[in-house]
Every structure is written in structure tokens, then in C-alpha cells.
């Protein structure tokens, strides 16, 4: 027979995996066609005098103001690119349609390709993650059709797709868990009550139900990290997986108007599916049969442990010695001393000898001694003073951060230690005026009076809309500044505010502690304790008669919070013997770190220091 009268034969394709990628482009192009339908109602916004005009917006796009750049262009005028979304519709159509053959399918997926390419290069604005997992869909789809006869290649394309649906809900999930606004749940009624993503009914459910914040914060944490697991669980537990996933996207729809999510992802559960399971069944064979050769051979098994304990000690060793040697050339640049007290060695910045009444500064959350440098260099002659790091902040060397109990009793070793004597006039800045008065508390026949300096007072958080909206951003502002001192980055940044002010050469080297990793992993501890321990310790003490008090505000922090303005007059009206200067233009860490405004503070100190003088 001859070659030209040999009958044609069919090319097989894998039936299963052709269902698959139908799904995956119909499931999607449902959410495209909705979003080509709401794009055409508001087609006039496209015009080139609205506000989506392209006169303006291709300003963004300096590529396309010449050669076929240009022409490239024309098509995204107006109305042209009106005829750009209705194809899109129509393509999106012809996808949803059932009797479309493969090579239809190819050419339609690629138009979808296309067209979103230029309408996310048109539009700027407006676009979200669902418009980007819609493009690779399609994408996917695409590069299947390209490879008829190599079932390897058609595979790869669906695990291309599952597997970048894994990897976006993993990331979302750990992105979220990083977040301190998602772990206590403040996250939730901050989105719900947005007008862009909100739901008034639902807001109004979760707004005094902190317990119900957090179960759902945590649902959605783990419920996205663990979407992996489709991938290699067993099948019914693999599809529950998929069917909580879809239900994830459904309370969205409904809730925050997110109702493309649900096609663009929901569209990459056929190719989960698949994978899964292809993919499942061999990953559970290996893992079932390493277990039980370990198990059959208690040797290897134990072996196994072994090297897994030696990588983990090794690990951990490097880590120490690591941290070591980093705090032993950061001991290299500390000024003043060190002095042993409470078991730990502790920074001091000291004056031990005067015959005035001895000075004792406690600095603000993640602020090292040498912030009070003005302050001490302004003090008359024969004026005592102590400045020092609290464990692990600045050049002190890290240990279990204190309750109030235990800080106040630390803080009164060390004063022993330098052979100080009382009156002391206790002077907290921030959340260092909280621990003043645990100090105060626990010695009040050492104590001759209290300066608070811009201070925390113990009620700010119930009582101050701005300071509890301010707490997820401390949280998480403590948690970056940790994790990007530890990892340091060539060529990373640093803002170091106010410390910036401090007296050059005194500034330099605060700026080179603060990028410690041990100063910030202490302030996030400590950062917990002053609500777990602090506030309450300080609110313990409400009469600070008949102790001389002097509160020192900053005021743009009042300006910003007049409620803080109020607490800071409640605090000087524990005491029938007070004054109360606002510091005007003064900002919370400057009251004490700028040249300008630290004399106003050393003003608040003489006036208590004359108070303890016989007349």
C-alpha cells in the first residue's frame, strides 16, 4: 500500500486529563465573562476624559510612545478597547459553551492570554489577584494544547497550575501568620468595617466578639497554609480540603464583594485534583515505606535520629556562638560600663558621686541608656545619676525578660551595686514611667519623687481609640525591625528616628546597637509584658502623695491623641505637690533625645529636686 493510502489515525489524548483542563477553563472563564459583563456597563469610564482615560495612563507606559509600541497603542484607545473587553467576553463565552473542539479551545485560551495582557496594561487600577491566577489558568490551558502528543508535557501543565495554587494560598496563610493584626484577630473587624471590603452586618457581629475574631483569624491561617496537603493527602481528604477552599472563596463572595476570587482559584481545583491524585499515591508509598524500613531496623532508625539531633545541635550551636561573637564586638563600642547585679550584666551610663539627690532614668520600650545623653549632660554639677539597658536592650546581655516584681528588685541590686544613695528622683520615659512606679511602690522611703517624661499611663489602652489602633502596628513594626536586624540584608536601611539626634559620636553607636537582633527580640518581649505586667503593677499604685510629681508631655503626641493629653494631667493629679509642662512641637522620643527639648525635661527634674530641699 501506498504511503498516500495509508488511513489516518486518531490521536488518543488522555480523556482525564482533557476533562480537566475543560474544567479549569470553564470554571474560570465563568468569573471572566462576569467581570467582561461588569467591565462593558461601565465602558464610559474608559473614555479618554474619565477616569480611566488613556491620555493619562499611558503616561505609565513610556514604552508604547513609539514604533510598534505606538501601534500597540491604537488598540487600547477609546472605543477601540471596548472591542478589546467584548472579545474577551466572547472568548470567555465560547470556553463556557460545551461542543468547543481541543484546537478551539487552544486559540480561545490563548485569546484569553492576550487580552489580558492589554487590559491590564490599559486599565492600571482596578485589577486584583484573581485577574493574575485567571492568566495562568490560561495560560496553563494554552501550553497543554501546544503538546498534543507528549502526555509529560500535558502534565506539567496541570501541575503548573496546582502547583501555583498551593503556593498562593501557602504564602497568603504564612504572610498572614507574620501579621500581629491577624494572629490576635484585630485584623478581621479592621477589614470588615472598610467601606471598600466591608460588611456592615457583619462587622456589627464581630466588633465585640474579640474570641470569635481570632477563631476565624486563625481558621483562615491555618486553612491556607495547610492547602498544600491537597496535593499528597488521601483522595476524600484531599477534595475536603478543596471543598473548604471553595467555601473560603463563597463567604468572600458574599461578604467582601470578592466574587472573581472564586472562579480564579476555584478554576485551579480540577488540576489539584489531578495532581493529587497522580501524585498522592506515590508520595504516601514512599513515606509508608521509609517509616517501616526504619522501623524493621531500629539501628538506622536511631541512626536517623541521631544525625537529625547533630544537625539540630550543630545548628543551634552556631546560632550561640554566632550571637556570641556579635555581642562580644558590640561590648567593643558601649560606652560607660558594665556592672554585675540580679545575676545578669547590665550597661550603665553612672555618675556615683554628688551630694545632690541621686537621678535614676528608665528608658522607653527598645531604647537603649544613651537616649537620656542630653538630659544627664545637662544636669548641675554633683548631680548622681544612673541611665542603664534594660536585660538584653542595647549593650546589656540578654536574660528572661522581668515581671514588675522582679524588674524593681533588679533595678534596686544595681543601685546597690553602684553604691547610690537615696532620695532618688525615679524619671520614666514612655514605658519606663509605668516601671517608675513599680519601683516607687516597692521602695517608697527611698524614693524623694517621680518625673514622667511623655509617659505610658496603665489606662491608655483601654481609654485611647488612637493608642489601641497604634498596638498591631507596634507589634508588627518590633517583629520587622527583629526579623530585618537578624537577617540584615546587604544594603538594608534602618530609621532610627530621634536617635539620630543624639550627640554624633553617642549616635553612631546607638544606631549600630539598635541593629542588634537581641535588642529587638527583647523589646517584643518586653512589648508583652507591659500588659501582662506592667500596666497593672503601675495602676496598683494610684496615690503618689506625698511624693513631688513633674510630668513632661510631648506635644505633638498630645495633638495627635488629645486623650493622651488628658491621662498625662491625671498624672500629675496623683499628687497634691505636681506641675504639668506640654512641650510644644516636641515629639514623643525627641522630648528626651533632641538638644532642643531635652532641657525641658531637666527643668521637670530640678523642680522636683527643689521640692526635696529644705526650705
Request: aromatic content about 8%; some cysteine; overall charge positive.
Amino acid at each position: 500500500m501506498s504511503p498516500d493510502r495509508v488511513p489516518a489515525v486518531p490521536i488518543h489524548h488522555d480523556a482525564a486529563l482533557d476533562r480537566v483542563f475543560r474544567r479549569v477553563e470553564g470554571i474560570t472563564s465563568v468569573g471572566a465573562f462576569t467581570s467582561a459583563l461588569e467591565q462593558m456597563t461601565t465602558a464610559s469610564t474608559l473614555a479618554d476624559d474619565e477616569i480611566f482615560g488613556w491620555p493619562v495612563l499611558r503616561l505609565m507606559r513610556p514604552y508604547l510612545h513609539s514604533g510598534k509600541g505606538r501601534q500597540f497603542a491604537r488598540i487600547l484607545e477609546y472605543p477601540q478597547v471596548v472591542g478589546l473587553v467584548q472579545s474577551r467576553g466572547l472568548a470567555a463565552a465560547g470556553l463556557i459553551l460545551p461542543g468547543a473542539s481541543r484546537a478551539q479551545r487552544g486559540v480561545l485560551s490563548a485569546a484569553m492570554c492576550g487580552t489580558s495582557m492589554a487590559t491590564q496594561t490599559r486599565m492600571g487600577y482596578g485589577l486584583d489577584g484573581s485577574d493574575h491566577f485567571a492568566f495562568i489558568n490560561y495560560a496553563g490551558a494554552t501550553l497543554e494544547k501546544l503538546f498534543p502528543h507528549d502526555p509529560r508535557a500535558r502534565e506539567a501543565a496541570a501541575a503548573f497550575i496546582a502547583v501555583h495554587s498551593c503556593l498562593s494560598y501557602f504564602t497568603a496563610g504564612v504572610c498572614k501568620l507574620d501579621s500581629p493584626v491577624w494572629r490576635d484577630g484585630t485584623a478581621i473587624p479592621m477589614i470588615f468595617r472598610t467601606g471598600t471590603y466591608g460588611d456592615p452586618d457583619f462587622y456589627a457581629f464581630v466588633r465585640d466578639r474579640p474570641w470569635a475574631c481570632k477563631a476565624l483569624a486563625w481558621t483562615t491561617i491555618a486553612g491556607e497554609m495547610a492547602f498544600p496537603l491537597a496535593l499528597v493527602v488521601p483522595k476524600p481528604v484531599a477534595r475536603g480540603i478543596l471543598g473548604m477552599g471553595a467555601g473560603f472563596h463563597l463567604a468572600n463572595a458574599r461578604f467582601m464583594g470578592l466574587n472573581r476570587f472564586l472562579w480564579s482559584f476555584a478554576g485551579t481545583y480540577p488540576a489539584v485534583d489531578h495532581v493529587s491524585a497522580r501524585v498522592g499515591p506515590v508520595v504516601r508509598s514512599k513515606v509508608a515505606s521509609g517509616a517501616r524500613a526504619l522501623a524493621a531496623r531500629p539501628g538506622r532508625a536511631g541512626a536517623a535520629l541521631g544525625i537529625a539531633a547533630a544537625a539540630a545541635g550543630v545548628a543551634v550551636g552556631t546560632a550561640k556562638v554566632l550571637g556570641e561573637r556579635r555581642r562580644a564586638r558590640l561590648a567593643r563600642t558601649a560606652p560607660g560600663a558594665y556592672v554585675s547585679a540580679a545575676g545578669s550584666r547590665l550597661h550603665v551610663l553612672a555618675r556615683t558621686a554628688g551630694d545632690r539627690p541621686t537621678v535614676i532614668f528608665e528608658s522607653g520600650l527598645a531604647c537603649p541608656a544613651t537616649e537620656w545623653a542630653w538630659v544627664a549632660d545637662q544636669l548641675p554639677p554633683g548631680t548622681p545619676y544612673l541611665a542603664y539597658d534594660r536585660p538584653g536592650i542595647g549593650w546589656s546581655d540578654p536574660v528572661r525578660v522581668s515581671d514588675a516584681e522582679e524588674y524593681a528588685a533588679r533595678l534596686k541590686r544595681l543601685i546597690q551595686a553602684l553604691g547610690l544613695k537615696p532620695p532618688y528622683i525615679m524619671v520614666g520615659h514612655s514605658v519606663g514611667g509605668l516601671l517608675i512606679r513599680s519601683f516607687a511602690r516597692r521602695n517608697p522611703e527611698a524614693v524623694g519623687g517621680l518625673v514622667f517624661v511623655d509617659s505610658s499611663h496603665p489606662d491608655q489602652i483601654e481609654r485611647s481609640a488612637r493608642q489601641r489602633e497604634n498596638l498591631p502596628w507596634v507589634r508588627r513594626e518590633l517583629t520587622r525591625r527583629y526579623l530585618k536586624s537578624l537577617l540584615r540584608p546587604s544594603g538594608g536601611s534602618y530609621d532610627f528616628g530621634a536617635v539620630a539626634e543624639l550627640p554624633g559620636p553617642l549616635a553612631k553607636v546607638t544606631k549600630r546597637c539598635m541593629m542588634s537582633p537581641e535588642s529587638w527580640r527583647a523589646a517584643r518581649q518586653e512589648y508583652g509584658e507591659w500588659t501582662r505586667s506592667w500596666a497593672p503593677d503601675a495602676r496598683a499604685l494610684a496615690d503618689l502623695s506625698p511624693w513631688p510629681v513633674s510630668v513632661v508631655t510631648a506635644g505633638r503626641t498630645a495633638e495627635s491623641d488629645p486623650v493622651h493629653g488628658r491621662l498625662q494631667s491625671e498624672l500629675a493629679a496623683l499628687s497634691p505637690v505636681s506641675r504639668h509642662d506640654t512641650v510644644k512641637g516636641a515629639a514623643h522620643d525627641a522630648l528626651v533625645m533632641s538638644a532642643e527639648h531635652a532641657p525641658r525635661v531637666v527643668e521637670g527634674i530640678e523642680w522636683v529636686s527643689s521640692a526635696l530641699s529644705p526650705a
